[in-house]
């Protein structure tokens, strides 16, 4: 049965396969439990009522991935979006977040409008080859900075920004040790290399004393009542056509191209895009990542969106919707099980990022680098991400360069409608913001 729901062979992978992809993927934003909990409390929200709607919507979002889109993919609220949702939108502009639930309803709406009509694949796939190689290398290039960020391998500096960690500390060398033992494992094709070294280093934390075991296997999951259809969209509507405009404008240009890029770059991880560089299957994804959008804003959290963490799985042979389901299950019995799922250190899980992060860099080799009007718009989008740690915001420089560049050297035939679209609508944003 599950072979002909998921397409199993077609696929070339099996059950065995895919649960452990899902379960990997799964422990790779796992702290997304602990974190997406804690930012929405800045911003008024009941911390157990949002641990609660996490789990859901990061449940909801990858089994209508897995089911409908038959895609390797995970959703959970998505980082960055939960930010903005709490320090810029609540805390900064004074909205309840009752209201900005709204917004993100709303837009999770158009998601799906758009997601149904032509309009969203059609953008999508009008992305250059050269920005969708970029993309996939980018986000390498960011997890990589994330893993090293969890690894504590680097940390924040006033003077230069970011600085060399403490590299003596025993979770440095925990996390050191594991991303070798998971590319030894990888390379004599081991089964379940990523899984194997997270469990290690987390063992291995708990021996020394670093990591407490959990004093229990379940728990009682807390009440959803507070967010749960807490949103007020009479007071969304009330706010005034210019910030409505420009909540709806923000919510849905990030999601969008964050999306878009995430889609991209783990497709072509799994190696799922056709001869033209273009995803097959385009639409199910949108309509699965939208719908998620909804869902999430109504059990109460932040833009549901897909994760980058996936590609951790799809490392590990994740090749169908079987993967995002067993994500889906696992997030459902982390409403159980949260004091296991949270046992699991930041620095266990960074070097199954790290190592992820290097082998997605391997687009870079399909850059045409004799072009300079394609490499180096490649180049800004591949550094932006990292740096302004946002894909959506990578993708917008790597866009608005795109057709200065391709304009200034008078090959401006080569840009796309899409295209001229995407990098004016980043200018605005950017302009506005």
Not at 33 to 41: E, F, K, R, T, Y
Not at 326 to 342: D, E, I, M, N, R
Request: hydrophobic share 60%.
């Amino acid at each position: 049965m599950l072979n002909r729901l998921f397409r199993l062979e077609e696929n070339g992978t099996t059950v065995r396969t895919e649960l452990v992809a899902g379960l990997t993927t799964f422990l790779t934003m796992a702290y997304i439990i602990v974190v997406n909990p804690g930012i929405l409390a800045a911003a008024g929200m009941d911390q157990g009522a949002v641990f609660v709607a996490t789990c859901l919507a990061a449940a909801v979002g990858s089994l209508i991935m897995g089911l409908y889109a038959n895609y390797p993919i995970a959703l959970a609220p998505g980082m960055g979006l939960n930010a903005f949702f709490a320090f810029v939108v609540v805390n900064g502009m004074g909205i309840s977040w009752q209201i900005a639930l709204a917004a993100v309803l709303v837009s999770g709406v158009l998601f799906v409008i758009l997601s149904v009509l032509p309009f969203r694949a059609w953008l999508v796939n009008s992305i250059p080859r050269s920005q969708k190689l970029a993309i996939a290398a980018g986000i390498g290039l960011f997890l990589g900075f994330i893993g090293l960020k969890a690894a504590g391998a680097i940390v924040a500096s006033s003077a230069t920004f970011v600085t060399v960690g403490d590299l003596t500390s025993l979770p440095v060398l925990l996390a050191a040790l594991g991303f070798v033992l998971m590319v030894a494992l990888d390379y004599k094709g081991i089964p379940g290399a990523i899984i194997i070294g997270i469990l290690a280093v987390t063992a291995g934390a708990v021996a020394l004393g670093l990591s407490r075991s959990p004093d229990a296997l379940m728990s009682v999951p807390p009440s959803i009542a507070p967010t749960f259809m807490a949103l007020d969209l009479p007071g969304f509507f009330a706010l005034g056509a210019g910030v409505v405009m420009a909540l709806l404008f923000s919510f849905l240009l990030v999601d969008l191209f964050d999306t878009a890029g995430t889609l991209v770059g783990l497709a072509h991880q799994a190696d799922m895009l056709d001869e033209e560089g273009n995803l097959p299957k385009l639409g199910p994804a949108l309509v699965a990542d939208s719908t998620a959008t909804v869902a999430g804003a109504v059990l109460g959290t932040s833009t549901t969106t897909s994760y980058i963490e996936s590609a951790a799985g799809i490392r590990a042979g994740g090749r169908t919707g079987l993967t995002a389901v067993t994500v889906g299950g696992c997030f459902l019995l982390a409403l159980l099980f949260s004091p296991l799922a949270t046992a699991i250190p930041a620095y266990a899980t960074a070097p199954a990022i790290l190592f992820v992060a290097c082998v997605m860099t391997r687009a870079l080799a399909e850059i045409d680098w004799d072009d300079i009007t394609e490499f180096l718009p490649a180049m800004v989008t591949m550094l932006a991400m990292p740096l302004t740690f946002s894909i959506a915001t990578g993708i917008g420089f790597g866009f608005i360069a795109y057709v200065a560049i391709k304009l200034a050297c008078g090959r401006a035939r080569d840009v796309g409608a899409a295209v001229w679209l995407t990098a004016a609508a980043f200018l605005l944003h950017f302009v506005t913001k």
